[in-house]
Structure formats: structure tokens, C-alpha cells
């Protein structure tokens, strides 16, 4: 059961935007698909949701190809960045248009959104802010009958309201009605707490592919005196560090080593996800395109 | 010394954006405008750098109106969302452009800033993603010469590592160089440690003008049984309220009543930025436009 992309390479031209990704997602559960900007993460969500085509590669759904199979695309929904509802349509017409789509919608419950969140189900979509128009697709993504939704920046343009609103709303919509989301965000210290498992995209490829709370346990901030953090920390897998003249942080992703003793000016503390997240994918490459 | 904006109006049509609006801004300080979507900062900080023109008002720096005074705009800096650069044009001419029009420019800064960032100065402004957009339009709002510095949704499309990095160079430049910031953004968790003092904007009204230590101090979430919760929070500023099955937390933004005593079940704890920013403007009005 479940999704299984498998050996998906994704070939712009020349360019090598996904390399041999492999990757499963189980039913009922909320993933965090993170990565640097340009990683590759709408490309692999376009991928599983059928809208363009991988070089090479297949994505199953519950070991049936997705591709072009009406079926099993009707269990996926994606809310991307792209808007491709007519500008003319009115709100009430596109929860319409997407009930005719996947053949069910929950009206009820996008009625009660569209409250909550202060969007009229009159206005024309082309008159929609950059932060109503994400709100109209949050509202289609909750309220469709997929299995699979995935949303890629489902926060753009929302203030922090409209975010706190949304995240519960989703943690309510799961637990009435469990299904699988997968969300792309980079304001991940906002999802660290909803989300249970990560993969995170960096180049092309898998970098991690990880249940959060196996990750959190290995990930440590060791402070102290320079050359008692350098001695405490030789040997372990450093993965950042930041200094304060005299003081020093090295960041630890991995086992530390509990033979050795901790003397009293080192200090050990944790990372959260984002600061994790940033100092697994920190090497700066140039990618404007 | 500053900027003073005096009973500031703007409308469009019959629609008031904003309303009598008086604010100071000191030199040499970080400060934060924080609103709703659609409450009128951005409108704000146009009128302030005299991109729009007000209906009624004035705005001073240093007690000289700064409406089409080029003298005064040499000191003023707006970095928006709006992409005003010809998309032909290579990073590295937009430099000097900005150089020509504010008689100076920090190029080494920039040049170390665009290695940073992985941003090649080759590169045409047009072919640049978002991100890599709002990264040329930071760089630039440090590298001015401007005393006054006014970042209108600074991190858009960013991911972490890239905020984080902005975050760290602003203070750094901030230490060297001091000049006041004014930054508006919806991420407010993230920026709730350099700024100083936050204007809230509400419905085109300044709704909190305070220092952030001052206002935190009287921020607080009361947790514990409802009718406990509810006995010592009576005649407080309950500002929001969460429940729990039979537990509940009350938001109380103002002092606490030092004469009731606190139930051992009851425990009071505190509210950072973001949380006190929703509690006090979570009032769900209709504005898509």
C-alpha cells in the first residue's frame, strides 16, 4: 500500500534536475519534503502527481503506474504555486468545477473554511490576493477526496494568522479523517511539529529520508570554550559551526561518542529541524535560473 | 532628528487605507511593522519613501518634508516586492546604476554578499528566480547609503538557509554601520530578536507603537482548569483563548492582578512575538481585492 517512486530522473536538456530518486510514502501519514531553493522538490511533487513526466523512472500508486491512469490520479491532489484557475471563475464555481473532477468534494466543510478565513465565495479567483488565492487552494486541498495531497509552499503570502489557522485546520481535518500529506515548505520550523517523517532533496537526490524524531535524537549543539568543543567533538560528524570570540558551537548530526567525558565548560543542547535542515544543505551553490 | 510621519490619510476611491496615521522613527533603530494582509504597510512605506502620495499628511525627516525633495530621498531606501529593474540589465550594472543614482555604494560589500549568496553578477535581473530576486534586492538595500532602510517583505521566497544568512548580515551591518531598519514580514518568529520597537497596523490604524521588551513584559498565556483559568483571568485584557478537553489557556496582554492569588493548578507562562501578534489581531474580516 501506498506510493513508491522509483529510480525517477528528471532531465532538462542537458540539465540533471532529479538524479535516480527512490522514495515511499505510506497512507495516513504527514511528511515534510524540505530542500534548499531549485533542489528539485516541485519537480519530484509534479512528477507524483502525473503533470510532467520524468525521464526515467515510474511512481506507483499502490503498485499500480500512475501515469495517465485516471483511477489512481483521482487518489492525488497537488496545490502548487501555479495557478491554473480561469481568472473569470468565481470561487463557488471552482469548488464546483473540482467536485465534477474527482467526484466528491466536501462542501460543507470548505463553506466553513471559506468563513474562518474570510474569503467570500463570490469573488472571481483574478481578484484574489497572492495570499487569497493560496488560501482558495488550501480550502480545494483540504476538502477533496484524495488520499495523497501534496502541497508545495502552502503558506505564500499568509500572515501569521492565516497560517496558525491553517496548520490547525489540517491537524483537525487529519485527525477526523486520516489521509497522506506531503508538505513542501521552507518555513519549516512551522511544520516541525506536524510532520513525522522528512526527506529532504538536496541536488537532485534524497539527502535524508528519516522518521523526525529518529533525526532530532542524533542532532546536537555542543558549546563551550574553543579547544574544549574542538577536543569534545574530533571524530564525530560535524555538519556546522559558529563562533563567539573566545567560545565556540560545533553542531553534531550523529552517535557522540559516550566514552568520552564531558568536561563542565562544554555544554550540549539540541537542534530543531530548521536549524538541522540548515546545516545539512549550508554549502552555498550558485543556482539563479 | 528622524522621521516623522504626521496624519498620514490615503484612499483610493471611497476605500480608506489609511487613516491618520502619526508615527516617529529614531535614527539608528531596528523596527518592526507587523499587520494583516491588507492592513496598509505596504501602502505605508511607499508613502514614507514618496513612491505614492497621500490623500492628506506629510512625512519629515529631520522636520523637512521629503515629498519630492531629492535630498531627502537620497536618505531613504525602500526595498518591495515590486520588480522596477529592467530585466536585461546584469546584476552588476544595476550596481552601478544605484551607485549613480545615491552617489555611492558599498561594492566590495555587495561583491562579498553576491559570493555569499551564490549570486553571480553576470547574471540578468529577468532570468533570476524569486528568490535569487529578493537576494539582489537585499544586497542592494545593505550596500546604500541610505540612513534609513525600509525592507517590505524581505525574505519572500528565501529558503532557511538564505534567511538565516540575511538575518546574520544585517546585524553585522547594523553593528558596523548603524542606520535605522524598518522590516515588514509575516515571519515574525524569525525577526522577533533584532527589532526594537514594532508598529502594528491594523485596518490602515496603528494599533500598538511599543517597545518589544516593554510589550512582552505584559504578554501572557494563562493555562490550567477552565474554571480556574476563567476565576483568575476575570477582568484581565484576555486578548485569546485555547481549550483543551476541560483545560484552557487565556492570552492576557496587560498587567496581572498582583492582589489575586495564583491556584496551584494554574500556571502562568509567556507569550513571544508571533503569538501576541495573532492574539491581538485575530478579529477574521473579509478582505480579498
Redesign the interface.
Known sequence: MGIKVERITKKFGKKVILADINLALEPNRIYGLL????AGKSTLLNIMSDRIFPTKGAVLLDDVPVHENDAQLGKLYLMSEVNLYPKRSRVRELFKTTKTMYGNFNEPYAEKLCG?????QK?RFG???T??RTIFKLIVALCVPADYVFLDEPIL????????LFYRELMESYGEHPRTFVIST?????VANMIEHVFIVENGKILIDDDVDHMLAQAYLITGPADKVAAYTQGLNVIGTESLGNLKGNYVFGELNNDREIPDTVQISRMDL?KL??HL??E??????
Request: charged share 25%; proline share 0%.
Open positions: 530542500g534548499r531553493n531549485g474562518a478565513f474570510g474569503l467570500s469573488a481578484q484574489l490576493s495570499g487569497y503570502g499568509l500572515d501569521a494568522n492565516h497560517r496558525e521552507h518555513i519549516i520550523e512551522e530548521q535542515f540548515i544543505t549550508s552555498e551553490v550558485s543556482h539563479e535560473d
